[in-house]
């Protein structure tokens, strides 16, 4: 098992939508990715309707801190069709086929693959959006920009690129 798997798993669990499976599940995530402390802290003394409406605020309204990876990259625009493919072939490729409910971009379910699979292609080639998303999480003041530190402080340093 790759060394960052198991922080990958954890944090795919803290940015999907804090239910309660994801409360129960909190001390282990505590325990298992000590760099995911300070968001599992938090959430573990927050209220959980607060928490939620919290996330849905970061998460769900607006694209300011979309959780899809082509985002960042493509917009919407019609390029952004290729890039899901492209998700969906690489996880084709290591044998899985991509069912959720979700986009194949969507970053939980790319840190999940990472975590089962140890590769981490569709992270690195999406290592700008990703830290776009931590510089704009971080500057809105939420505790998930510390999921996105620790994820990207497991990737080497991000090309400079353009700012939605």
Same mark, same amino acid.
């Given at each position: 098992?790759?060394?960052?798997?198991?922080?990958?798993?954890?944090?795919?669990?803290?940015?999907?939508?804090?239910?309660?499976d994801?409360?129960?599940?909190?001390?282990l995530?505590?325990?298992?990715?000590?760099?995911?402390?300070?968001?599992?802290?938090?959430?573990?003394?927050?209220?959980?309707?607060?928490?939620?409406?919290?996330?849905?605020?970061?998460?769900?309204?607006?694209?300011?801190?979309?959780?899809?990876?082509?985002?960042?990259?493509? #917009?919407?625009?019609?390029?952004? #069709?290729?890039?899901?493919?492209?998700?969906?072939?690489?996880?084709?490729?290591?044998?899985?086929?991509?069912?959720?409910?979700?986009?194949?971009?969507?970053?939980?379910?790319?840190?999940?693959?990472?975590?089962?699979? #140890?590769?981490?292609?569709?992270?690195?080639?999406?290592?700008? #959006?990703?830290?776009?998303?931590?510089?704009?999480?971080?500057?809105?003041?939420t505790?998930?920009?510390?999921?996105?530190?620790?994820?990207?402080?497991?990737?080497?340093?991000?090309?400079t690129?353009?700012?939605?």
């Amino acid at each position: 098992m790759p060394s960052d798997a198991v922080l990958y798993q954890a944090a795919a669990l803290c940015l999907t939508y804090p239910d309660d499976d994801f409360r129960a599940r909190l001390p282990l995530l505590r325990e298992a990715a000590p760099q995911l402390r300070e968001f599992t802290d938090h959430a573990a003394v927050t209220d959980a309707q607060e928490l939620a409406a919290h996330y849905v605020q970061v998460f769900d309204i607006k694209n300011r801190h979309s959780l899809y990876l082509s985002w960042w990259r493509d #917009g919407d625009t019609r390029r952004r #069709g290729m890039s899901l493919v492209r998700f969906k072939d690489v996880y084709r490729e290591h044998g899985l086929e991509f069912s959720g409910e979700e986009l194949p971009d969507f970053l939980p379910a790319v840190l999940e693959f990472a975590a089962r699979t #140890g590769n981490t292609d569709l992270l690195l080639e999406h290592r700008d #959006g990703l830290e776009q998303l931590r510089s704009r999480l971080t500057d809105f003041g939420t505790p998930y920009a510390t999921v996105l530190d620790a994820v990207c402080a497991t990737l080497p340093t991000a090309p400079t690129g353009t700012r939605r």
